[in-house]
């Protein structure tokens, strides 16, 4: 089967596809990140143990022309026609250190949206049917709290399927519960302007999560890091 990429959120021309792994143009300040979080020697390097089994494989930085590109695993290699939903989480999507004109032009967004109340918003969604078309799309929507988990139970009924995979569901919860954890017992930064990517292929029966971290390096808030909720089989 061809290599897709499609994106839920984001800017497709910072990414590529490669032999089952997954460019991403990136700053100096996001290579630093991936880079410092995989070193052994790295205080940080504790954080990326905890959440080890959830992570995709760091295959390092690659060099196109004059721009840099981290290389990692594509988790999503081998899905046959998977639908997306990406949910920006916290009650705020702006740094301290953000420009004042956009720091007040997030902030507004904030207000109008699920994000100031609900602590989430859906910032975009692809959902297939079972030949590959896209029966929705979504890009920044603003969705209205009610309407959330309609479009979860679409997600759950992607590829023509005849009922919501619950299998999917309780994954699901389970790898938010796990982040959850995470979150109050081991990180010690805070994130920023951070998504949720929930992924599944019905004509599969796989389903996975992803955590995309905003705004990596800085002192207490990270950015641009993607990391896997993807589950990894124990190594016997």
Known sequence: MKEELVLAGGHIANFKLHDGSLLKKAAKAEIEFFQEINDKSSKYYGERLAIDEFVPQFYGVENIGEEQWIKMEDITFGLTYPSYIDVKMGTQTHAPDYPEEKRKRHMETDKKTTTSTHGLKVSGAVI?????????????????????????KKLLMCNDAAKPNVDALNYYIAQCKGLLEFFETVNKRYFVASSLLFVLSNLDNKYLSLIHISEPTRPLYISYAVFCLKKKKKKK
């Not at 896209?134 to 929507?141: E, I, Q």
């Open 128 to 152: 297939k049917d079972k030949i590959g078309e896209s029966t929705l799309k979504l890009y920044k929507p603003h969705m209205k709290a009610e309407e959330v988990p309609h479009l979860f």
